[in-house]
């Protein structure tokens, strides 16, 4: 089906258009496989495999942080973009884990990479973050306020982790994701649909419930695992497969698309039955999904951002396709977007 270019608000200057020009992404070099996982905690190689799809994630080192990672992916986004630093006039971090409560990491990022220009914010949307940052670009760029905007998603997951909960510690990993955004003239290509949502009546099947205010880590609660992610993961699972779905058909609607235009989908990689499941139930091949949470597990904001640079780089993406992102997270948050590449 044909699309129907998206009409423009009313306003004085036309709608512009906003394009992903660059991409880039980071990962730690130390990899924990299953196998060592099983050394751990009570698993299995094939415990992991079959209910999740992941065989090995990577582990920031002790003294990398967050805004290292996200600095590395920044600086490869920009080398293909070819965007100087001095040009970025906003920088986005979507991040669970950020350096420290404050200040936000993406100052410490524009630090590390010298965009002085730039103004800095922090986006806590969990998993859903790196899109849900995307479209707040979008947003600055269409309202003409910015031109140029990094639009990062990183986590050291691995520090929240509870590594002695088999029921979480399997899943996750460390890594960062980048995309540089930038106005193209006036039209409709570019990123063509978003949506956001979020969903707080379950915010409690997952959160951190400690090292924040409501309570804060003390000597005597450091032993509880407060500061880790705590997780229903079966109610995770249902509501993944339920907001995902219903926010594509809402990007493809929007679009006025049907599934049959859509080149590749790059979903949240935190389980492949759930992607599974919803390549079922949206009836598109699951060949038409980017799936690389097998190297990387769950790394929250970062893995929609480092599925979309490797399918950029190795070419599973190419000008002119339309492109479905669609993610959930803690909140719950979820976010969807219909990108023409
Ligand atoms: N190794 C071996 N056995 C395990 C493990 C493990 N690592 N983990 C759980 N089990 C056991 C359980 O104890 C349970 O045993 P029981 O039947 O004797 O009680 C059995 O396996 C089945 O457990 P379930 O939780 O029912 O397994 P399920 O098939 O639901 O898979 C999983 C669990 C992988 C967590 C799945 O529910 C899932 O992927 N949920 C979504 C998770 C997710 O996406 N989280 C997002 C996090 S993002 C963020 O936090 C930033």
Redesign the pocket.
């Known amino acids: 089906m044909k699309r129907q270019p998206r009409s423009s608000p009313r306003s004085a200057k036309p709608r512009r258009s906003v394009s992903i020009v660059g991409t880039g992404s980071y990962a730690p070099e130390r990899v924990l496989t299953n196998d060592d996982l099983s050394k751990m905690?009570?698993?299995?190689d094939e415990?992991?495999t079959t209910?999740?799809g992941i065989k090995e994630r990577r582990i920031a080192a002790k003294d990398e942080q967050t805004s290292d990672m996200a600095a590395r992916a920044a600086l490869a986004a920009m080398e293909q973009a070819r965007v100087e630093a001095r040009e970025i006039d906003f920088i986005l971090v979507a991040t669970?884990t950020p350096d420290m409560v404050f200040p936000a990491t993406a100052c410490f990022v524009q630090q590390k990479i010298g965009a002085t220009r730039a103004a800095c914010l922090d986006v806590s949307a969990?998993?859903a973050g790196f899109l849900v940052a995307l479209q707040i670009a979008e947003q600055f760029i269409t309202s003409h306020t910015f031109d140029t905007i990094l639009v990062i998603g990183a986590e050291k997951?691995t520090s929240i982790t509870n590594w002695t909960d088999?029921?979480?510690c399997?899943?996750?990993g460390d890594g960062a994701g980048a995309a540089i955004l930038k106005h193209r003239g006036e039209g409709t290509h570019g990123v063509i649909s978003t949506h956001i949502g979020s969903d707080g009546q379950y915010a409690d099947i997952?959160y951190m419930p400690g090292g924040g205010s409501r309570t804060p880590i003390t000597r005597d609660n450091v032993d509880q695992h407060l500061a880790t992610?705590h997780?229903l993961?079966?109610e995770?699972?249902k509501q993944?497969v339920t907001s995902m779905l219903n926010a594509s058909k809402i990007v493809l609607e929007q679009a006025g698309l049907t599934t049959d235009d859509i080149a590749c989908v790059i979903p949240h990689q935190?389980?492949v039955?759930?992607i599974e499941a919803i390549a079922d139930r949206l009836k598109i091949p699951l060949s038409k999904f980017f799936v690389n949470l097998d190297r990387y597990g769950?790394t929250?904001a970062a893995a929609v951002a480092i599925a979309l640079d490797e399918a950029n780089r190795t070419g599973r993406i190419k000008h002119g396709d339309y492109v479905l992102m669609v993610v959930f997270?803690?909140g719950l948050t979820w976010a969807s977007a219909i990108v023409e590449w």
Request: charge should be positive.
């Open positions: 905690v009570n698993t299995t415990w992991i209910r999740t669970t969990a998993c997951l088999r029921n979480s399997v899943l996750f997952l992610i997780m993961g079966r995770v699972y993944a935190a389980n039955r759930i769950n929250s997270g803690g």
